[in-house]
């Protein structure tokens, strides 16, 4: 049952979906051969059975125009058509320029203007929720919009905490000019600045920094307190497809399917039960890809849009969370 406001109409839909993730898999057993953990201990605390994980000399933006290349496609919507490119990523090819930049540069895609967003695994409903806003005001017609991660080259594999995890890939949606009553009928975001302990890579940043004699001082690898990010989780992904769906003018009920990022899996279940959506309206892989931060909500939808389940009509809602924290949520109607 919707809520008392009226349904908002939709400014922007997704006309197109795509994805790219490496062909080379690593699987629980694998990784029992790599730390002391078990597929027993990984499936059941988090859901995950494989993940795939990049090439040495792969790059982020070889999967990101994989991806983009399919989206166009089933959009029917050609590369010079593009007025934006936008890439929620923390793992960009370079620290500059930035990584929708080489897209732009493959694609050809020369009247488009194109950036990446640094929102973490939120990045993608991050960059949704830009081309939307870019779109309703009428300051562009046709964008892409892309969540892609290496997150394996940044993961310890001598952490068992944390290398059981990720994975890495890319999803990609086009978005053009809504039409009708079907599209994104809202977008949300927020952050907190109260967590960045929690869950960081200092990376090549300048908090590593980098002395006279060019030692890198930081770490290398990404860190993470696996407990207090859980302890969070739920409660943000719950005010996250709340405040999404009160934008659109819905409630949880109307629901067809959430769309979470794919976290954790006992992490999408406790969320879904506080919203009061049953396990089967939930859309879940990571048992086959584990979290692929931004590219998880993409990867999903173009999955759930390409096996039938996420029909014409339906609402989705999709929601994030990630290191910051950064969280949004999103409902569409395709
Ligand atoms: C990381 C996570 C799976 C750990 O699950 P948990 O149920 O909280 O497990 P704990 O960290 O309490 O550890 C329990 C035990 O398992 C052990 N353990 C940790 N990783 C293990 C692994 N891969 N294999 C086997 N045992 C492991 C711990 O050492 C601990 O052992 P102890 O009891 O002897 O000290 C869970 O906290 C999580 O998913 N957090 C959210 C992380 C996340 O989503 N991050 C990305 C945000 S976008």
Known sequence: MSSNKPIRIPRARIAGV?????DTILSNADLEKIVDTTDEWITERTGIKERRIVRRGDKTSDYCIRAARDALAEAGVEPEELDFIILGTISPDMRFPATAIFVQEALNAKNATAWDVSATCSGFLYSLYLAEAIIALGRAKKGLVLGAEFLTPITDFTDRATC?????GAGAVVVTEAEGDRGILSTYIGSGGNASHVLYSVGHGTAGSVN???EATGERYLQMNGNEVFKHAVRILVKSAKEALDIAGLTAADVDWLVPHQANLRIMKATAERLGIPPEKVFVNIHKYGNTSSASIPIALEEGRHD???????VICCIAFGGGFTWGGAVIRF
Do not use: M
């Open 18 to 22: 795509g994805k790219a993730v490496p």
């Open 212 to 214: 006279q004699l060019g």
């Open 164 to 168: 059981v995890l990720f994975g890495d």
């Open 308 to 314: 039938g389940s996420l029909k014409d009509g339906q």
